[in-house]
């Protein structure tokens, strides 16, 4: 006998002589193994009522779960894809071409496995070629909406030959309050040796240390005078820097206030340009924020609406996953702002619907998540839109070398603003554990895990798997037991994905399982508990995710799943790493862990150490 799970045939997938799948427990039909293929096939759907969305089902080989409705392209930022697919390793996807998620090697639609690839033991699950066989979820296509190179190929740098193309501009009239001037090199040294502020090259205003100091509007300082106390560290430092017109490169710990950093300064950026010029619809706009998703995208344009409603100013939020129609009919009806990802961006460039001749104040948003997305191709596209004499900012929660280059390519002798250390670093007030369990209990030790921090009352929880499939089934599971839970991913849509984010935010909802497309920037306050169901491929996302919680100065925990059967030895490694500079335990167990995968070939096959569990 062999099980056929109900939920995979309503699906709209073709059928594999797979025994089991483990991330599917739904109604399942048994039939005589002896059975051909075909009269199964047959059998079973003639008595289950077609799907409506057209998508075709038909025998595709048994090897292969090919949905010929959708070839596997789950592409968050539509063309741009920030989740799931692209034919060369997800070319602007979450995960790329590291073995999962729409990479060329493996994952759901890749061309060559599934969970983990062609690589057997450093791969990933599935030996040589994975769940699905050779062409695994969604066909060897793996959603070629996200390639790169067919985004944005009509576009064209523009050669600005002569002054008389560029409008004039004032990158500042900055003038800094008394208190602010009078402020001795000694006492701005010492303010920033204790928050931990260091800055790189010459010329870094003093900070503004209270709202009074800073020269923003009445609206805005009423507004800002009645939700806060005083300037976090990174906008005190990063306000007087932005309003003097340099280029600059802001880096804090998540949570710390970037958005406000930046938005701001655009602001009275942006006042300043009209005083000079009227703006014209045709224009286009005089401020550019790129983001590298659309969640991230809506929260940037939620929080600056704030302050651009009582100012009278435009905006407007482009992004994939939305319908272009009414994204097209803002910006051409002139806006004064724009908060964008990279790929839907390029798409109104190319089509002529909005141009960025006017822009003089541009913002990288999350640049190293942007570069881990694959995103450089358009940053650089979208970069040679800009008119060469621009303010060009850059934020980001990490500091590793390509953020480095990048800055040192487009920039005009930026000034680098680090608070915190410029190694990668854990939030401190984040308690972190890390359990080591094998896939087969890991589920229900999760399960109990969740019973036990909720067990004197609901806590706001935030739990990341890999895959959407797991995440619905996590989701599912604890439902069942009576968790009030919801998930979002790369296959939800954005209404959905938006609703259970502000169901979240405001406490509808205890606990969200997501995807990483929720690790970065969104703000979501008094999360209590992250979970790591699944450890993400790179240690940036890890110290993203337990960023979720422990912000503002609150305490949080962190909760780590890790199995012999599915790390590989440089993520753990980077992982004690970590735990070490947060100043948290490392047990011995974790130290084994660690001391074996870095000597072995590879974390994803059948391998580890013989315990009582382990295949």
């Known amino acids: 006998m062999f099980r056929v799970p109900a939920s995979i045939l309503r699906s709209g997938f073709v059928l594999s002589k797979t025994p089991r799948l483990p991330f599917v427990h739904h109604r399942c039909y048994a039939v005589e ?8 096939l047959d059998e079973i759907t003639s008595s289950i009522k077609p799907r409506s969305d057209n998508v075709d089902l038909e025998v595709a080989g048994t090897d292969s779960f090919a949905e010929r409705g959708h070839r596997g392209s789950f592409a968050d930022d539509d063309r741009a894809g920030d989740n799931y697919g692209g034919s060369n390793g997800d070319a602007r996807g979450n995960v790329g071409d590291r073995g999962g ?8 639609g890749g061309d060559r496995g599934g969970y983990g690839g062609d690589r057997g033991g450093s791969g990933g699950y ?6 699905g066989g050779s062409n695994s979820y969604g066909g060897s296509n793996g959603g070629r909406r996200g390639d790169a190179m067919s985004l944005g190929g009509k576009l064209q740098p523009i050669e600005w030959n002569t002054s008389a193309e560029l409008s004039p501009i004032n990158k500042s009239n900055y003038t800094e309050h008394p208190d602010v001037k009078n402020m001795s090199p000694t006492q701005a040294n010492e303010w920033r040796k204790t928050h931990s502020i260091t800055i790189k090259g010459s010329g870094c205003p003093n900070p503004i240390l209270n709202f009074s100091q800073a020269p923003f509007p009445p609206e805005i300082q009423k507004i800002l005078t009645e939700k806060y106390k005083e300037p976090t560290p990174i906008q005190a430092q990063g306000w007087s820097l932005a309003l003097s017109g340099k280029d600059m490169v802001g880096s804090s710990q998540t949570g710390s206030g970037k958005t406000l950093g930046f938005i701001l300064p655009a602001l009275v950026h942006i006042a300043t340009q009209l005083k000079l010029q009227p703006h014209r619809w045709s224009d286009g706009p005089l401020a550019l924020v790129l983001a590298p998703t659309r969640e991230l995208a809506l929260q940037i344009i939620s929080e600056a609406g704030l302050y651009t409603r009582a100012l009278g100013l435009n905006t407007a939020a482009v992004f994939g996953g ?5 994204q097209a009919d803002k910006l051409r009806r002139g806006v004064h702002l724009l908060v964008a990802t990279p790929g839907r961006l390029i798409d109104f460039l190319s089509d002529g619907t909005t141009n960025l001749r006017r822009v003089s104040y541009a913002v990288l948003d999350e640049a190293d998540r942007m ?3 694959g995103f450089e191709p358009q940053i650089r596209q979208i970069m040679g839109q800009l008119r060469p004499d621009r303010q060009t900012l850059m934020w980001s929660a990490t500091w590793p070398f390509k953020v480095q280059a990048l800055s040192h390519e487009f920039f005009n002798e930026p000034i680098t603003i680090h608070v915190g250390s410029t190694d ?3 939030n401190p007030n984040v308690t972190q554990k890390v359990h080591i369990i094998s896939e087969r209990e890991k589920q229900k030790a999760a399960t109990d895990l969740i019973k036990e921090l909720h ?4 806590v706001k929880t ?3 798997c890999a895959t959407k499939d797991m995440t619905e089934h996590m989701h599912y599971t604890l439902a069942s037991q009576g968790f009030n839970s919801a998930a979002i991913h790369g296959g939800k849509t954005q209404v959905a994905r938006m609703s259970m984010l502000d169901r979240f935010r405001s406490g509808g909802l205890d606990i969200l399982v997501a995807t990483d497309v929720a690790a970065r920037g969104l703000d979501i306050n008094n999360i209590q508990h992250v979970i790591n169901f699944d450890f993400p491929t790179e240690i940036e996302d890890y110290v993203h995710r337990i960023g979720r919680t422990g912000r503002a100065g609150k305490k949080g925990s962190s909760h780590t799943f890790l199995s012999y059967e599915r790390h590989p030895g440089k993520a753990v490694s980077e992982l004690i790493k970590v735990l070490h500079d947060a100043g948290q335990e490392i047990t011995q167990e974790l130290r084994s862990f660690g001391a074996y995968m870095q000597h072995s070939s590879g974390g994803y096959g059948r391998g580890g150490p013989r315990r009582s569990y382990g295949r």
């Open 371 to 373: 570069l881990d997305m």
């Open 126 to 131: 599935g030996g040589s070629n994975g769940y």
């Open 101 to 108: 998620y729409g990479g060329d090697r493996g994952g759901y």
């Open 424 to 426: 990668l670093r854990a």
């Open 33 to 40: 193994q002896d059975k051909s293929f075909k009269s199964l």
């Open 462 to 464: 935030l739990i990341f």
């Open 322 to 326: 939305d319908p272009r129609g009414p």
């Open 455 to 458: 067990k004197e009352g609901p």
